[in-house]
């Protein structure tokens, strides 16, 4: 079974940095999309940042672009979100996710990802900004 393991969240200072990782089993960076998404109390889960490895596309939302990195180790079928200049809105469960087709559209198009495009789901990593 597919199996995305996220881990490195914890709690930093405004301004800080944190690097989320999200480790994949039984499938290939390659043939996936990988999305980060997050989801504050309250709120609608969101998607933050995703990567397409087989072209190098990559999708941010405009409330990270200039803070947060995607990047991709096929060797460790790992995706990693560099977070710097952290902000306390930055708080949330942040989760990672796979999926095909519809996922690696999105990115190439240029579109924000959408849920319903992702088949697989990691188990959520918190992410605490302190003012």
């Given amino acids: ?10 709690l930093a200072q405004a301004g800080g ?9 039984q499938l290939h ?16 889960r969101e998607g933050v940042s995703c990567i397409d490895s087989s072209s190098g596309s990559k999708y941010y939302a405009d409330s990270v672009k200039g803070r947060f990195t995607i990047s ?20 949330a469960v942040y989760y990672c996710a796979a999926g095909r087709y519809a996922a690696i559209a999105d990115i190439v198009r240029k579109q924000p990802p959408s849920r319903v495009h992702y088949d697989y789901w990691g188990q ?3 992410v605490t900004v302190s003012s």
């Fill in 17 to 25: 940095s944190l690097r989320l990782s999200c480790a994949a089993s």
């Fill in 72 to 91: 991709s180790d096929n060797a460790k079928n790992t995706v990693y979100l560099q977070m710097n200049s952290l902000k306390p809105e930055d708080t």
């Fill in 29 to 44: 960076l390659d043939d996936y999309a990988i999305g980060w998404f997050r989801q504050a109390p309250g709120k609608e």
């Fill in 124 to 126: 959520g990593t918190q």
């Fill in 1 to 10: 079974d597919v199996q995305l393991q996220a881990s490195g969240g914890g």
